[in-house]
């Protein structure tokens, strides 16, 4: 070691070489040892670069992650939940719209094509006879015309449901639900618990479905789920439910009180005059109240939704209706069916499962989501 201080006895370069390591501080004062430290850190700097390359991998995880964020809209979504009632429609339709004479021929078979579709026999004829007067009053010669001229004429007919509902005006606003099992009406008042809770308002829940033990249970999952308070009874009266209910909204300030009743047949006439008697106990406890009774329907049902309707409208004076489940049915025609036999204002739409799939009725949605 010390004959290899001997081969270089003269290079002060060697103890600026060691203040290099040990003092980087004194660094800038070195000319040679910055010329000699130079060839030392170039190879370093390449392998930056070579590193660099390998950085635009973020693009495909940030394409990754748009993907999911992209939600359908509305329209998007209801014309999805209709494909089921559009396929069975533009399967019949496509025929007919595909060009020709328009004839008594033409009619006949678009006369079955509606009925099928589940537009119900008044329906049905009521449609006939308009197209018949907008092909003959705007001169239509064309089986190709003749799709315009449908769509126009279904929705002036199904147009007058479409009325939002107004709850402003009344505090607390009182909805009272009815409907038959498995129509989805505890789903539904979860469902606008969350839409009216969008828009602000606060909302108290009634779990009047006392004869259902799961109704009650169900309606509290999803009163948690949107942090709503639920006022419910194990085994109690449904019309003290709901009186309860409305008394404790009003001494909270609450705005909406979605009232739950349980599910009845309409053949079931004992339990119709207990659902009279509910909305009765609900007058003693705000003499406005109920301010809307909403049937919530099953759109799968078809044409008995026709016959829930006017029993139900009959024993209670129905002001509004949900129509569920049009994402499951061939049968989306059954609104033509209530708007022509007991036109009673369509307020809510289901098409889906997701908390965000029921939305007020727009009736030109409806008809270009059945048709386009």
Known sequence: MFSFFKKKPKPVETPAAEPLASQPADIPAAAPATSQATPLATPVIPEAPLAAP???????????????????????????????????????????????????????????????????????????????????????????????????????????????????????????????NGAGKTTSIGKLAKYYQQQGKSVLLAAGDTFRAAAREQLMAWGE?????????????????????????????????????????????????????????????????????????????????????????DALGLTGLILTKLDGTAKGGVIAAIAKQRPIPLRFVGVGESIDDLRPFNSKDYVDALFD
């Not at 009925?115 to 049905?124: E, F, K, Q, S, V």
């Not at 109690?236 to 047949?265: E, K, N």
């Not at 003693?284 to 006017?310: F, R």
């Open 54 to 180: 390998e950085i635009p991998t973020p693009p495909p995880i940030s394409a990754t992650v748009e993907q999911p964020a992209r939600k359908q809209s509305w329209t998007e979504r209801l014309k999805a939940g209709l494909s089921k009632t559009r396929d069975k429609l533009g399967k019949s339709l496509a025929g007919l719209f595909g060009g020709g004479k328009i004839d008594e021929e033409l009619y006949e078979e678009l006369e079955t094509v509606l009925l099928t579709a589940d537009m119900g026999m008044d329906a049905t004829v009521h449609l006939l006879q308009d197209v018949r007067e907008r092909v003959s009053l705007k001169g239509l010669k064309d089986g190709s015309e003749l799709k315009g001229a449908l769509k126009d004429s279904l929705n002036d007919l199904i147009h007058p449901l479409e009325k939002p509902l107004d709850v402003s005006g009344k505090k607390p606003f009182v909805i009272m639900m009815a409907g038959v």
């Open 225 to 313: 789920r949107n942090n709503v308070t639920v006022i419910a009874q194990q085994g109690g009266d449904a019309a003290a439910v709901c009186f309860d209910a409305i008394q404790a909204a009003t001494a909270r300030g609450i705005d909406i009180v979605l009232a739950d009743t349980a599910g009845r047949l309409p053949t079931q006439l004992h339990l119709m005059e207990e659902i009279k008697k509910v909305k009765r106990v609900i007058q003693k406890a705000l003499p406005e109240a109920p301010h809307e009774i909403i049937l919530v329907l099953d759109a799968n049902i078809g044409q008995n939704a026709i016959s829930q309707v006017k029993v139900f409208d």
